[in-house]
C-alpha cells in the first residue's frame, strides 16, 4: 500500500491551502484516514481524522480553520487548512488505517511540507 500527499508550500498567514492524500494498492477496507503533523525536534501529534463512518475529529490548535474531508473516491482525503498561522508550520502526513482479509495497518506518506511565512 502506497500512500502520497501533494499541496504543500509556502503561504503567508491568514492564508490558505488545501492538502490531498490518496492510497492505493491492494486493502479490503479501510478503516479511517488522518492528518498529523511535527515539528523538528517534536513527536508528530494529531491534525485530524475521519472514520469509516465520517466522524470527524481535530486538534483543539486546528478546530474551526482545518477541515477534514474524504474524496468522491474512497481512499482519497483532503484537508482543507485556513487562517493558517506561522505555529502551522510543519511537516504534515497521511495516515490510512487499511485492512486486508486478515490483517490490518496504518500507513503513512512521506510527508508534506507547509510552511507559513509571518
Known amino acids: 500500500v502506497e500512500v502520497v500527499e501533494s499541496g504543500g508550500g509556502l503561504v503567508q498567514e491568514g492564508g490558505s491551502l488545501r492538502l490531498s492524500c490518496a492510497a492505493s494498492?491492494?486493502?479490503?477496507?479501510?478503516?479511517?484516514m488522518g492528518w498529523y503533523r511535527q515539528t523538528p525536534g517534536n513527536e508528530r501529534e494529531l491534525v485530524a481524522t475521519?472514520?469509516?463512518?465520517?466522524?470527524?475529529n481535530y486538534a483543539h490548535s486546528v478546530e474551526g480553520r482545518f477541515t477534514i474531508s474524504r474524496g468522491n473516491a474512497e481512499n482519497t482525503v483532503f484537508l482543507q487548512m485556513n487562517s493558517l498561522k506561522s505555529e502551522d508550520t510543519a511537516v504534515y502526513y497521511c495516515n490510512f488505517d487499511v485492512s486486508g482479509s486478515s490483517w490490518s495497518y496504518d500507513y503513512w506518506g512521506q510527508g508534506t511540507q507547509v510552511t507559513v511565512s509571518s
Open positions: 475521519i472514520a469509516n463512518n465520517g466522524r470527524t
Open positions: 494498492g491492494s486493502f479490503t477496507s479501510i478503516n479511517g
